[in-house]
């Protein structure tokens, strides 16, 4: 939480923590009651720099190196006993301006473990193999190689529909790359790293590691201004109107977000194939991750081979389409943050379900649990089902809102809030055309 204005002695104290760690130029995270010196690990940290989003005054770190670690604590464990550590003195957890706050964030982490362990004694953390197989079954067959017949036809027509089969099958093969991303499919990092390489690289184009160090970023503090990567999406599109303030700046005020609602999937497709054909390939390429490098070889090779050029970028489009509009569901209405919260408040107040039901958790492959899933990132998507009335209570215990809307209604909400900031940013452009006049 951060401190109310005008409370000078929690003010001072911070100023005072702060000072001590400029002086002795270290970086620490709080972790389980004390502070751990990663001044020298975080180049090293194979999460990336997201472990500096803790090493500031205020965030406590216990339980997101839980959640994001929780298949290799014992290998967390021991990387953590090599590191200097103190023990954390009451005064510089800083987890609220007075007892009482510091007292609900306590309890909060104690329910939330308490829950964690539940859900680990009942098994909700194994992989269900079942389920995965039949999802690459159903995206390789259904969606890519049916695609890809349908698109042989020489007719204008035919091609497209087989583009649009084609660009949602590797949009849905992108939610289960997700999982994999999360050590999830087979409950084995590397395994499931290689098998992400697969389903991102060799189906999708696109690289796996560029994409789990963006999104380890966005679960730590998601809707968190300047945290969360998920929400830089300019100058294709603006998430929200506190990204947009300065009419000169071209970044920000410019055709595209000015128009952004009308011009929703033209903007995403402009922003997958910026990502598609340079941050991943130049990511790739600057850290030489040859066997991502070899996945996309392959993709583009067969892909542009088979079904020629303009139908491939149609089908981006239609996979750029399906997923964005698929996340967006999630996060992308809802306010953000510029403050420090719990990982329980993270997961509750800044991020939406989309109500369950045959079709939705079809469509979405149970990624409309999507609060669960940020609780417990780890958790196989088919599993989220089973904490979802237990995590309905913790959020009724701290009166927090628990967000669920019908899929319709997250569509409209989502495009609502597009709009909005659309208008924002004309209203933007139009003070500083006055200003310039």
Same mark, same amino acid.
């Given at each position: 939480?951060?401190?109310?204005?005008?409370?000078?002695?929690?003010?001072?104290?911070?100023?005072?923590?702060?000072?001590?760690?400029?002086?002795?130029?270290?970086?620490?995270?709080?972790?389980?009651?004390?502070?751990?010196? @990663?001044?020298?690990?975080?180049?090293?940290? /194979?999460?990336?720099?997201?472990? %500096?989003?803790?090493? $500031?005054? !205020?965030? +406590? &770190?216990?339980?997101?190196?839980?959640?994001?670690?929780?298949?290799?604590?014992?290998? @967390?464990?021991?990387?953590?006993?090599?590191? /200097?550590?103190?023990?954390?003195? %009451?005064?510089?957890? $800083?987890? !609220?301006? +007075? &007892?009482?706050?510091?007292?609900?964030?306590?309890?909060?982490?104690?329910?939330?473990?308490?829950?964690?362990?539940?859900?680990?004694?009942?098994?909700?953390?194994?992989?269900?193999?079942?389920? $995965?197989?039949?999802?690459?079954?159903?995206?390789?067959?259904?969606?890519?190689l049916g695609g890809y017949i349908v698109m042989q036809n020489d007719t204008f027509l035919w091609k497209v529909l087989g583009a649009i089969i084609t660009g949602i099958g590797m949009g849905r093969m992108g939610l289960l790359q997700h999982e994999c991303g999360h050590n999830s499919v087979t409950g084995n990092p590397k395994k499931d790293k290689f098998l992400q390489n697969i389903f991102y690289g060799?189906?999708?184009?696109?690289?796996?590691?560029?994409?789990?160090?963006?999104?380890?970023?966005?679960?730590?503090?998601?809707?968190?201004?300047?945290?969360?990567?998920?929400?830089?999406?300019?100058?294709?599109?603006?998430?929200?109107?506190?990204?947009?303030?300065?009419?000169?700046?071209?970044?920000?005020?410019?055709?595209?977000?000015?128009?952004?609602?009308?011009?929703?999937?033209?903007?995403?497709?402009?922003?997958?194939?910026?990502?598609?054909?340079?941050?991943?390939?130049?990511?790739?390429?600057?850290?030489?991750?040859?066997?991502?490098?070899?996945?996309?070889?392959?993709?583009?090779?067969?892909?542009?081979?088979?079904?020629?050029?303009?139908?491939?970028?149609?089908?981006?489009?239609?996979?750029?389409?399906?997923?964005?509009?698929?996340?967006?569901?999630?996060?992308?209405?809802?306010?953000?943050?510029?403050?420090?919260?719990?990982?329980?408040?993270?997961?509750?107040?800044?991020?939406?379900?989309?109500?369950?039901?045959?079709?939705?958790?079809?469509?979405?492959?149970?990624?409309?649990?999507?609060?669960?899933?940020?609780?417990?990132?780890?958790?196989?998507?088919?599993?989220?089902?089973?904490?979802?009335?237990?995590?309905?209570?913790?959020?009724?215990?701290?009166?927090?809102?628990?967000?669920?809307?019908?899929?319709?209604?997250?569509?409209?909400?989502?495009?609502?809030?597009?709009?909005?900031?659309?208008?924002?940013?004309?209203?933007?452009?139009?003070?500083?055309?006055?200003?310039?006049?």
């Amino acid at each position: 939480m951060a401190p109310n204005i005008g409370d000078t002695s929690q003010e001072n104290d911070n100023l005072i923590i702060e000072e001590n760690a400029l002086k002795i130029g270290k970086k620490e995270v709080l972790y389980d009651g004390f502070f751990y010196d @990663v001044t020298n690990f975080i180049d090293r940290h /194979p999460g990336g720099y997201v472990i %500096e989003y803790y090493t $500031n005054t !205020g965030e +406590d &770190a216990t339980v997101p190196i839980m959640m994001f670690h929780h298949r290799s604590k014992k290998k @967390v464990d021991a990387i953590m006993n090599m590191l /200097p550590r103190r023990p954390a003195p %009451e005064h510089e957890m $800083n987890f !609220g301006t +007075d &007892a009482k706050s510091r007292q609900r964030y306590k309890n909060m982490t104690k329910d939330f473990r308490h829950l964690l362990k539940e859900a680990e004694d009942e098994g909700l953390f194994k992989p269900v193999y079942f389920r $995965n197989i039949m999802v690459v079954i159903e995206v390789t067959l259904t969606m890519l190689l049916g695609g890809y017949i349908v698109m042989q036809n020489d007719t204008f027509l035919w091609k497209v529909l087989g583009a649009i089969i084609t660009g949602i099958g590797m949009g849905r093969m992108g939610l289960l790359q997700h999982e994999c991303g999360h050590n999830s499919v087979t409950g084995n990092p590397k395994k499931d790293k290689f098998l992400q390489n697969i389903f991102y690289g060799f189906y999708m184009g696109m690289s796996s590691q560029w994409w789990v160090r963006r999104h380890n970023r966005h679960h730590a503090m998601p809707q968190r201004f300047q945290r969360d990567f998920d929400m830089e999406h300019l100058p294709v599109t603006a998430v929200h109107e506190d990204f947009v303030y300065d009419p000169e700046n071209i970044s920000q005020n410019n055709v595209l977000t000015r128009n952004q609602g009308f011009l929703l999937p033209l903007n995403g497709t402009l922003f997958i194939c910026a990502i598609n054909f340079y941050y991943h390939p130049h990511y790739i390429f600057k850290r030489g991750l040859w066997n991502e490098m070899i996945a996309l070889m392959l993709h583009f090779g067969i892909a542009f081979y088979t079904v020629g050029v303009w139908p491939y970028m149609l089908a981006k489009s239609f996979m750029s389409l399906y997923l964005s509009s698929s996340f967006a569901l999630n996060h992308t209405h809802l306010p953000i943050t510029y403050e420090s919260k719990h990982w329980v408040e993270f997961g509750l107040l800044h991020t939406a379900n989309v109500s369950p039901g045959w079709f939705n958790d079809w469509w979405l492959i149970l990624l409309n649990y999507q609060i669960e899933h940020h609780l417990f990132p780890t958790m196989p998507q088919y599993n989220l089902r089973f904490v979802a009335e237990r995590v309905k209570k913790l959020a009724a215990k701290y009166d927090l809102k628990y967000n669920t809307e019908s899929l319709p209604r997250s569509y409209m909400n989502t495009m609502a809030h597009v709009f909005h900031v659309q208008d924002h940013v004309r209203k933007v452009h139009k003070e500083g055309k006055t200003k310039t006049n």
